[in-house]
């Protein structure tokens, strides 16, 4: 083998190396984030102060995966009425894909309690003033989701007036 054929070769070899070296340190830290959904979804799932649920559910978003978004998600459908109150908040304020789909299947489910739902609906309602929404753009859909259900229409008619005064006050 000539010198420069050798040194091509080791360059080689070390750009190998180099590489699988970054792939074997970036593996634990995929099991890391993925350890440190679980334990913050166990944090929160138990029964800790409410304040340290909401700061575990905002640790949960700050790490901006997948995992910690289903766990989100998850959360907000949970049975325990606290836990999914936090998720809700959470999920109005970080608008990932599939937050506004687990705020209407919670708002839908009427198996759920009045102030679960009321969160479900507030948060829906927040995350369309969001993207520009004009009351009269949603009003139907709130009046669909509202329809029969005395505490969820006390409460989009307040929450409305407050998102959209202007619009709102002149009805």
Do not use: N, Y
């Not at 506004?100 to 309690?113: G, P, T, Y």
């Not at 009321?118 to 709130?142: E, F, P, Q, Y």
């Not at 409305?160 to 009805?171: C, D, F, I, R, T």
């Amino acid at each position: 083998m000539g010198r420069k054929q050798g040194s091509r070769w080791l360059r080689g070899t070390l750009l190998a190396a180099a590489l699988l070296g970054v792939l074997v340190a970036a593996w634990p830290a995929a099991e890391a984030g993925d350890k440190t959904v679980a334990e913050l979804v166990k944090l929160i799932e138990s029964q800790p102060a409410r304040h340290r649920k909401a700061m575990a559910l905002k640790e949960l978003c700050d790490l901006d995966s997948i995992a910690a978004r289903k766990a989100v998600i998850a959360l907000a459908k949970s049975g325990d009425d606290a836990t999914a109150l936090c998720a809700l908040s959470a999920l109005s304020r970080e608008d990932f894909t599939g937050a506004r789909k687990a705020c209407e299947d919670v708002l839908a489910d009427s198996k759920r309690s009045d102030v679960v739902r009321s969160a479900a609906l507030g948060a829906c309602l927040k995350l369309r003033k969001g993207d520009g929404k004009k009351w009269a753009d949603i009003k139907t859909w709130v009046g669909r989701q509202t329809k029969g259900e005395s505490e969820l229409g006390d409460f989009s008619t307040a929450l409305s007036k407050k998102l959209w005064k202007a619009e709102v006050s002149g009805e």
